[in-house]
C-alpha cells in the first residue's frame, strides 16, 4: 500500500481526485501543512481494520486488568483467611464518622 504526501492546499484544489486514489486506489494520503503532517486520509477498509484493531486492544487491556484485579482479590482473600472484605460495613462506618463529625462541627 502505498502512501503519499500532499499539503492541504493541493487537497483544496484536487479533493476529488485524492478521494479517489484513497477509495479505489488504496492509497493513503499524509496531509501537511507547511510541510508538517496534520491528518491521514484513508480507505473505508484501511479504517474498519483500525477500529478492528483498537477494539482488540482495548479487549486486551480490559483483560489483562481483570486478571491483575483476580490475582489482587485472591491476595487480599489469602491474606484475610479467605474472608471477603465487608464493604458495606466499611461504607457505614464512613458515613457514621463523617455524620459525626459533621454534628460536632455544627452543633458546637
Known sequence: MSEYQVGI???????????NRVAFGGERILLTSRGKPKAVIVSLKDYARIQQVETQTE???WERWLAANRLLTAKILAERGSEPVDVDAI??????DIEERHDYLFDN
Open 9 to 19: 492546499g493541493q487537497v483544496k484544489r484536487e479533493i476529488s481526485q485524492i478521494l
Open 59 to 61: 479487549l486486551d487491556q
Open 91 to 96: 461504607l457505614e462506618s464512613n458515613r457514621a
